[in-house]
T-cell receptor
Framework: KNEVEQSPQNLTAQEGEFITINCSYS?????LHWLQQHPGGGIVSLFMLSSGKKKHGRLIATINIQEKHSSLHITASHPRDSAVYICAVEITEGGADGLTFGKGTHLIIQP | DAGVIQSPRHEVTEMGQEVTLRCKPISGHDYLFWYRQTMMRGLELLIY????????DSGMPEDRFSAKMPNASFSTLKIQPSEPRDSAVYFC???????????FGPGTRLTVT
């Protein structure tokens, strides 16, 4: 069983739509990261959070520690948001040190 | 700062050859991570260093893989001998603290034929 599960795996939406990507994990964590991987392959860190909510521009990330769940929201989506979004966690006990990754959500925003 | 620098960006080699991937972290970052990304397994941590010292290499697949960090500004990941199943994109990342935002390099796409 994967320790980090993302949904959906693939998402196609129209420009302007509100996007939600979900991440669930089954272990205790100290932090959760959201990463963006562009079609060219580069990886950019969007957020690191351990509680509550963070916002940067049109991106919002939330985490519920009790429910072991995080969401990444994109408001007023744009074709340039098309990318793979990856959730990764820092496991506190019994897991490998360092980041454990979800499989990613492939997002396409059509004009 | 130029960000994390990796070289080469692309490497094509024949099975059995030695491959060396290089990484220069962001100046002042005490942590350096090597990751591998494949279609089947996604992103996986291979090894990470703190102040040039390897801390956790449990993700290194087998003895054919080795990593070094001789100084704060340079790390290598070596595969000897290489095999076709080593074909992947290898990312290096660095961070200031153990649990903090990580900055990724552009990756090295390795193809072993």
């Amino acid at each position: 069983k994967n320790e980090v599960e993302q949904s959906p795996q693939n998402l196609t939406a129209q420009e302007g739509e509100f996007i939600t990507i979900n991440c669930s994990y089954s272990v205790g964590i100290s932090a959760l990261h959201w990463l963006q991987q562009h079609p060219g392959g580069g990886i950019v860190s969007l957020f690191m959070l351990s509680s509550g909510k963070k916002k940067h521009g049109r991106l919002i990330a939330t985490i519920n520690i009790q429910e072991k769940h995080s969401s990444l929201h994109i408001t007023a989506s744009h074709p340039r948001d098309s990318a793979v979004y990856i959730c990764a966690v820092e496991i506190t006990e019994g897991g490998a040190d360092g980041l454990t990754f979800g499989k990613g959500t492939h997002l396409i925003i059509q004009p | 700062d130029a960000g994390v620098i990796q070289s080469p960006r692309h490497e094509v080699t024949e099975m059995g050859q030695e491959v060396t991937l290089r990484c220069k972290p962001i100046s002042g970052h005490d942590y350096l991570f090597w990751y591998r990304q494949t279609m089947m397994r996604g992103l996986e941590l291979l090894i990470y260093f703190n102040n040039n010292v390897p801390i956790d290499d449990s993700g290194m697949p087998e003895d054919r893989f080795s990593a070094k960090m001789p100084n704060a500004s340079f790390s290598t990941l070596k595969i000897q001998p290489s095999e076709p199943r080593d074909s992947a994109v290898y990312f290096c990342a660095s961070s200031f603290l153990r649990i903090s935002e990580q900055y990724f390099g552009p990756g090295t796409r390795l193809t072993v034929t």
